[in-house]
Structures are given as structure tokens and as C-alpha cells.
């Protein structure tokens, strides 16, 4: 992998650069693929863009995290089970001075999961599942799902994203690493509560049809973006950008 900017470098330490700028200010970090016409999705599944260069990113940003953050649907569709670190990966945790585990936090305004799913019920100790919800969710479901998961109201009608990252923080979880959904990423853009945005750009055309990175009610104005960095490997091209602050922001806990 070669990095392009802020200038060319062959062989780049992928850990040291995502940890660069990160690992001591921490945040909400996002990460999602997308094909180059920005397509989100190839057969219904973001895997159907994944590169090996994707998957090494992936694996990197996970590892330099507190916690995953992901939005029920995703969770659902890509198979989402806890995350289970191989002893290389704990080593490189160690190494930058963050814990063996790393659990995952499903957003849900529904409360629409299955309690025996491996997510739930595989978890490691240490790293129980938590679900963001709301007050409104069904209270069978949260019932049954409190029994296998910490389940936190971030709003009364709607999942409130600012709530939601204050919940994690409160939890310890500093440095956030949400995987999506569209969704999920437009509302906690839209409230300000982003710092960093990590896209990879694989090099096809999804075609007609699959949507964009964002889903939802229209912004009232675009949200800037600075490039921090940018690698380049057969062709595919990894983005770093951090937000730019706007008087979205100014409501929110973005920095």
C-alpha cells in the first residue's frame, strides 16, 4: 500500500497512520466502501466491494477502537457477530494501550433483534453487547433483550444522536468506530457528531440502483470535509477526511 498524501510513502504502517491524529483525541470515527460511482453496495451486501486493501483497513480501524458502533439493519443484513480478536490482534491492541476487547453497540429504534443471536449470546466477558434504543422501543422486546445485552435509551421517540455518542463515552468508549449504516452515518453527521469520515473507493461501477453512504430526509446545507491522508493500492483508493465544523455543530458534541 502507498500513501499519497501528504506524500508518497511505500510499505505504510496502515496501524501508525490511522493512529496518527486518533488515538489521543479519539472521537467518532466512520468507516464505509463504496464503489466509484458511489455505490454502497454490490448484490445487496457491502462485501461485494470489499478489496484486500478494504479488509486490512477494516481490520486496522477496529483495532485502534473502543467499541463498534453499527446501526441494527447493517447488523442484521451483513451477519454482524462479536468481535473476537486473534492474539496478533490483542498484541497490536496492547500496543497502542487499549483493551483485549473490543464490544459492538447496535443502534435500534425498534428493538426489532433476535436475543439468540451470536451477537448477544457469544460476547465475550468484558464486551457485553449494548443496544442504543429509545424509550418508545417495545418493552417485550427490551425485556428479553436486557437479558443479554445492555440495553440504553438514547431518546424518548428516536434514537438521539448525540445521546448516542454521550452514552458511549460515558461507558469509557472514547474512540467510536461506526460501521453504518446510511442512515445511522446521515444522522449522526447531520447532528454534528462526527469527526472523521474513513472511505475506501473501489475501483467499479455499482450500476444503477444501490444508494449512497448517506440515506434519509435531505440536509439543509453540505457538510465540508478536509483530507487528512490518502492510500492508493491496485487501484483502490483509501480516503482519511476529518469534518469540518459548521454551525450544525455547534448543537452537537462534534469537535
Not at 447496535?106 to 433476535?114: A, C, E, K, N, T
Amino acid at each position: 500500500m502507498r500513501a499519497l498524501l501528504p506524500g508518497p510513502v511505500d510499505n505504510v504502517d496502515i496501524h501508525a497512520y490511522y493512529a496518527a491524529g486518533w488515538l489521543d483525541r479519539g472521537g467518532l470515527r466512520v468507516n464505509f466502501v463504496s464503489a466509484a460511482d458511489g455505490a454502497v453496495h454490490a448484490g445487496g451486501l457491502s462485501r461485494g466491494l470489499q478489496t484486500a486493501g478494504d479488509n486490512a483497513v477494516f481490520a486496522a480501524l477496529r483495532n485502534l477502537a473502543d467499541v463498534v458502533h453499527v446501526g441494527s439493519g447493517t447488523a442484521i443484513a451483513e451477519g454482524y457477530g462479536p468481535v473476537t480478536p486473534s492474539a496478533q490482534r490483542k498484541a497490536i491492541r496492547r500496543s497502542y494501550g487499549l483493551r483485549d476487547v473490543l464490544p459492538v453497540a447496535v443502534q435500534s429504534r425498534s428493538l426489532q433483534l433476535d436475543p439468540d443471536a451470536e451477537l448477544f449470546t457469544e460476547a465475550l466477558p468484558g464486551a457485553r453487547t449494548v443496544i442504543l434504543t429509545c424509550a418508545a422501543a417495545d418493552p417485550e422486546q427490551r425485556r428479553l433483550l436486557k437479558s443479554v445485552a445492555d440495553v440504553v435509551d438514547c431518546g424518548d421517540e428516536t434514537v438521539d444522536a448525540v445521546l448516542v455518542r454521550q452514552a458511549l463515552e460515558e461507558r469509557g468508549f472514547t474512540r467510536i468506530l461506526s460501521e453504518g449504516g446510511p442512515s445511522v452515518f446521515a444522522d449522526l453527521a447531520r447532528e454534528g457528531v462526527v469527526d472523521e469520515l474513513c472511505l475506501s473507493i473501489t475501483p467499479m461501477l455499482g450500476g444503477p440502483g444501490p444508494g449512497r453512504i448517506s440515506a434519509g430526509k435531505e440536509w439543509p446545507s453540505p457538510l465540508p470535509l478536509t483530507l487528512l491522508g490518502l492510500l492508493e493500492e491496485n487501484g483502490s483508493l483509501f480516503c482519511r477526511y476529518r469534518t469540518v465544523s459548521d454551525d450544525r455543530t455547534q448543537s452537537g458534541t462534534g469537535r
